[in-house]
């Protein structure tokens, strides 16, 4: 069985998509699962066992682009057996219903009908999380979905990882923190540098590094951290923000020994790692796609305004991050790994 995925736009939703994949390799075991996607997400799915191959969609988010979609389905006519479609868009419908796959599996939405021929209506209560919402696509329409979920779990080669750690003069003599200060979504999401600097001085004090992660936009925030800290200090902080590519910031922050992030496209990544995390929370909610990984503590003030889910706040003040103190999140980093000082201190 030949199933043809077309995938989430946002890196923490591609990482939670392998949820899906987890539950078809587990239905059908001998089954090939390809992923049409941007680019930009080849990293992440190449660190999917249960990917065989990640297809390029060179279509920008968005973009209609009729002809195009027309050419991709064309040409992946006779291959697959199912395709299943996980955003929710009519323009995602295309390629599949171009390519003349049989069946062809999403929720109803944006007047799909005709482009999907095995349409499902989605229960919002039934399924809350949004991995719910992916893995029941690999069920029949009202299948029980077994439990425990699966969890993402990206696999690092140790080749790769060493030559990004060399690539960029990093060394593991410290146990690292990694900051993720950065979301694409916007402000709302964004717990402010002076609280990441004063996390970033009292790890550092008690013997940790610090690399901070993220995209171009998040260098100049990445530097605002490291310059509030003060020489001596500022040396044990790398600011990755722009530097690496997200294959090499998969690799590196696989070495992490814990994580601090906003509720962005990286804490995913940090908990498909497996990584200690902590996951600083503000105008979202950890009900509808929390990090899915073992050791994950979730820090959040819960104001009356949140969850408000917008990018800026109505209200002007984001009080929902600025007044959650570094002192919580410093105290649910103790809770997963203790400072190295204390172990030598301990012995």
Not at 161 to 181: H, Q, T, Y
Request: hydrophobic share 40%; net charge neutral.
């Amino acid at each position: 069985m030949k199933i043809l995925i077309v995938g989430p736009s946002w890196v923490g939703d591609m990482v939670m998509a392998q949820t899906l994949f987890q539950c078809l390799k587990t239905r059908h075991p001998d089954c090939e699962i390809d992923v049409l996607a941007p680019e930009w997400s080849r990293p992440i799915l190449e660190r999917m066992p249960e990917v065989r191959q990640a297809l390029s969609f060179p279509i920008g988010h968005g973009v209609l682009d009729i002809a195009t979609r027309r050419k991709i389905g064309k040409s992946l006519v006779g291959q697959y057996d199912q395709a299943i479609l996980l955003p929710n868009s009519l323009k995602s419908a295309l390629v599949p219903w171009f390519a003349d796959i049989p069946r062809r599996t999403g929720w109803k939405g944006e007047m799909r009908y005709g482009l999907l021929n095995d349409i499902r209506v989605l229960d919002k209560q039934r399924y809350p999380l949004m991995i719910e919402r992916f893995m029941a696509l690999a069920f029949e329409p009202e299948a029980e979905m077994p439990k425990p979920y699966p969890r993402p779990a990206l696999r690092i080669d140790p080749a790769s990882r060493e030559a990004a750690l060399a690539k960029f003069g990093l060394g593991l003599d410290r146990p690292v923190l990694v900051l993720c200060p950065g979301a694409e979504f916007g402000e709302a999401k964004r717990w402010p540098a002076e609280h990441y600097a004063k996390v970033a001085e009292l790890k550092i004090r008690a013997g940790w590094q610090v690399w901070l992660f993220g995209s171009k936009n998040d260098h100049p925030g990445g530097e605002d951290i490291r310059m509030r800290l003060i020489p001596g200090l500022r040396e044990e902080a790398v600011n990755l923000a722009g530097e690496t590519s997200l294959a090499e910031a998969i690799d590196l922050m696989s070495c992490a020994s814990a994580v601090v992030s906003n509720d962005s496209g990286l804490m995913h990544v940090a908990a498909a790692l497996g990584r200690p995390l902590v996951a600083v929370y503000g105008s979202t909610s950890p009900q509808f796609t929390p990090p899915l990984a073992e050791q994950v503590e979730i820090v959040r003030l819960g104001l009356e305004c949140s969850p408000c889910f917008e990018r800026t706040c109505r209200f002007g003040h984001y009080n929902c991050l600025r007044e959650l103190k570094p002192r919580p999140v410093v105290e649910a980093l103790d809770r997963l790994v203790p400072d190295p000082l204390e172990l030598v201190e301990s012995r």
